[in-house]
């Protein structure tokens, strides 16, 4: 469900996504993580023409290194080695609809200088492929990072920036919204509620107080994983909130080190597989790494696994 409370919120979800929904045209969504820019990209895909076709989001940062290309458009049987069969990419998968490539920031420059082509020329060629495949995706591509920086860096490619930038959309961090956390507060504790197949429960003024006191460096994202985890601590009518928030992911005004860089980067990719390390949606997958390598750097950070199997610093056994 859409928030849109506070001025900068109701501009971009009752003036810019309408407009720009009508158009065919590319749109770049930028803002912090967890601001909710798929929530934004869903909502042109479901106000566009094209809101009865596909709507598929691929995370860029995501994908196996080597794999870009093949995910993204696709192979044919015999590219490499373990392509024993043809594979459509998600731009094939999404057509007629519209494809949010997510953290666009991380996308390799081979692979950017493909996504041109087909911003430019609307087609692909499959990984292995001798000829051009039409196909007609509405892209709408998102970053966190600065890609004016990184243009200048050369790390990412002049050209592909000002194709994305056709229709840029800004979204501001939560803690510039403020007028909008009570009623996120309201949407996300009936969400959750819901999922959990009970009453949802009062939020306190006192609650409120703290969630306020907040600067949320996470965002919504980081506001829906502490009411969720509250929830779960909560058996009463009352919503109480499980730990402190100032404590969040990271002391403020200190940068993280590289150590505590790696470990909440792996802790994430076993979260988000469920505890899995090995096969195509395991962690090691998921942060490009071999399973043997990501358990190596899991015991020398002392990470366990969080799925109630054998730990991190097991061997192959239990859940792979």
């Given at each position: 469900e859409v928030v849109a409370r506070g001025p900068a919120m109701r501009a971009i979800f009752l003036e810019m996504v309408p407009l720009v929904a009508r158009q065919d045209t590319t749109v770049l969504v930028r803002g912090e993580t967890g601001t909710g820019k798929e929530v934004i990209a869903r909502r042109i895909h479901a106000l566009s023409r094209r809101a009865e076709r596909p709507f598929l989001a691929v995370n860029c940062g995501?994908?196996?290194?080597?794999?870009?290309?093949?995910?993204?458009?696709?192979?044919?049987?015999?590219?490499?080695?373990?392509?024993?069969a043809r594979h459509l990419g998600t731009f094939?998968?999404?057509?007629?609809?519209?494809?949010?490539l997510d953290e666009i920031g991380e996308l390799p420059r081979a692979a950017q200088a493909k996504l041109l082509r087909?911003?430019?020329e609307g087609e692909i060629e499959r990984v292995g492929g001798e000829?051009?495949?039409?196909v007609s995706v509405r892209?709408?591509?998102?970053?966190?990072?600065?890609?004016?920086?990184m243009v200048a860096s050369g790390a990412f490619r002049?050209?592909?920036y000002y194709?994305?930038?056709?229709?840029?959309?800004?979204?501001p961090p939560l803690r510039e919204r403020p007028e909008d956390l009570e009623p996120l507060t309201r949407v996300i504790v009936e969400k959750v509620a819901a999922s959990f197949g009970r009453r949802p429960p009062r939020v306190s003024a006192e609650a409120m107080a703290r969630l306020r006191a907040h600067d949320w460096p996470g965002n919504v994202r980081e506001l829906e994983n502490v009411i969720e985890r509250s929830m779960v601590?909560?058996?009463g009518d009352e919503l109480v909130l499980s730990a402190p928030l100032a404590a969040a992911p990271r002391a403020a005004g200190r940068a993280m080190t590289y150590r505590e860089a790696a470990q909440r980067c792996i802790e994430d990719a076993l979260r988000a597989s469920g505890g899995k390390i090995y096969g195509e949606d395991g962690a090691a997958a998921a942060l490009g790494l071999k399973p043997t390598t990501l358990q190596s750097k899991m015991r020398k950070l002392g990470i366990r696994r969080e799925d109630g199997g054998n730990g991190g610093n097991g061997g192959n056994g239990g859940n792979r």
């Open positions: 995501a994908l196996p290194e080597g794999l870009v290309e093949s995910a993204l458009f696709g192979h044919e049987r015999g590219a490499f080695t373990g392509a024993a094939e998968r999404a057509s007629g609809g519209t494809l949010l087909v911003l430019q000829g051009a495949v039409r892209v709408i591509a998102a970053t966190h990072r600065p890609l004016e920086a002049e050209d592909l194709r994305l930038q056709v229709f840029p959309i800004v979204v601590m909560s058996t």
